[in-house]
């Protein structure tokens, strides 16, 4: 019997997640991903629930284990560094990882690559779909035609831009921007996160396994014709941002400054009535974003599990797959898309006051002793 083709937008988490899953479910996976290469650093992430099972199953744990951070608390210091409280953070019994993000996309990639064509460098440029397949354009290759197509590229996915038109309709600025760094330097503590807080900011440095990351998140309206890829202009709103601050702040803004890999972006909701139309379908951050605050990497991981079986489970009826691939995995994303409110009041405090009322109440649950089991 002829395999099922399916082309995947996008190798990052969720792409060569579902790449491994359909192989061993007898498709025939081609992943096209517009970066040139996999980067092997990025922003840490977190591996837990349903998707440690899944990479369990892929046989990928122990390397993601050996790449893990040992982050177990939250340090909040002040405009002098001196330490705040601390909030414990992940879990350190192993039943769950936190993971530079270019890591995780690179093991999983490994795990799928003797199964799956991987071209890097290329993007889909056009979709046409008929009754019996999808008619692929590509900005460099050849074209292609395939059974089905997955969008897996991310937050501003190009291939739900062709599904469901312009972001504008489903993606929603949160009121805040993240942005990262990489320091070049290896943190003091590797298990801490420190982090220093102005009103309605926030600056972090993380211990990422030898080179420490900066990130900044600050509460700010959508920037009207801000574009998160022009490097020079993101840069400028982070240092207009923080300008002033205290604690270490001058010398993360020179590494912004001297960085030509800042990471920038709106922190967004991406919201849509339906995850598919008729043989393309949308996974990952692509399909249900809500980014920094959502778990987005372990739902990336189950997500991608979930449609491989689903799809899996209902030969020649794609329809039928979609179908169940999304009512399994809505279930686990709805209760995500609430969780920002409270994760955004402790880590980003909108006023004075609200950092001092944030700082007492983890100095008193610090000090609080353990509930009983
Ligand atoms: C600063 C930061 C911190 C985060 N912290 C956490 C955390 O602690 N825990 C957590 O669970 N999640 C976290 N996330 C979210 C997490 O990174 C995402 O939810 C997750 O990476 C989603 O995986 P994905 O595969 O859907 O998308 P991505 O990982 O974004 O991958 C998309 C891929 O598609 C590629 N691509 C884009 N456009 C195209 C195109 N047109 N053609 C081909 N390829 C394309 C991209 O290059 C990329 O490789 C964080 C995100 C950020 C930004």
Known sequence: ??????????????GPALAYWLARSGFRPTVVERSAGQRSSGNPV???????????????????????????????????????????????????????????????????????????????????????????????????????????????SAVRRMLFGPESGYVRHLGMYVATVQLGYQADDPTAVLMYNLPGRSVSVHPVNGNAMAAFIFRSPAIAGLDHRDADACKQVVLDAYQGGGWELPRLLASVSDTDDLYFDSVSRVRLPAWSRGRVALLGDAASCMSLFGNGSS???????????????????????????????????????????????????????????????????????????
């Not at 019997?1 to 969720?14: E, N, P, R």
């Not at 109440?361 to 000090?367: C, F, I, P, Q």
């Open 46 to 156: 977190d591996v837990r629930g349903d998707a440690m099972d899944v990479v369990t199953r892929m046989g990928a744990l122990p390397r993601l284990r050996a790449a893990a951070t040992r982050v177990s608390a939250m340090d909040f210091v002040n405009a002098s560094g001196r330490r705040v409280g601390r909030i414990p953070v992940g879990r350190t019994d192993g039943s769950e990882l936190e993971v530079p993000r270019a890591d995780l996309a690179s093991v999983l990639h490994d795990a799928a690559s003797g199964d799956a064509e991987f071209v890097f460098g290329d993007s889909i440029a056009d979709l046409r779909q008929d009754p019996d397949g999808v008619d692929v354009t590509f900005d460099r290759g050849a074209p292609r035609r395939f059974d089905l197509v997955v969008g897996t590229d991310g937050l501003h």
């Open 1 to 14: 019997m002829k395999q099922t083709t399916v082309l995947i937008s996008g190798a990052g988490v969720a």
């Open 299 to 373: 739902l990336a991981i189950s997500g991608a599990a979930t449609l491989a079986r689903a799809l899996a489970a209902t030969p020649g009826d794609h329809v039928a797959g979609f179908r169940a691939y999304e009512a399994e995995h809505r279930v686990r994303v709805r209760p995500t898309q609430h969780g920002r409110l409270i994760a955004g009041a402790l880590l980003v405090p909108a006023t004075r006051a609200g950092i001092a009322a944030r700082d007492l109440a983890v100095r008193v649950l610090g000090r609080s002793p353990a509930p009983a089991a």
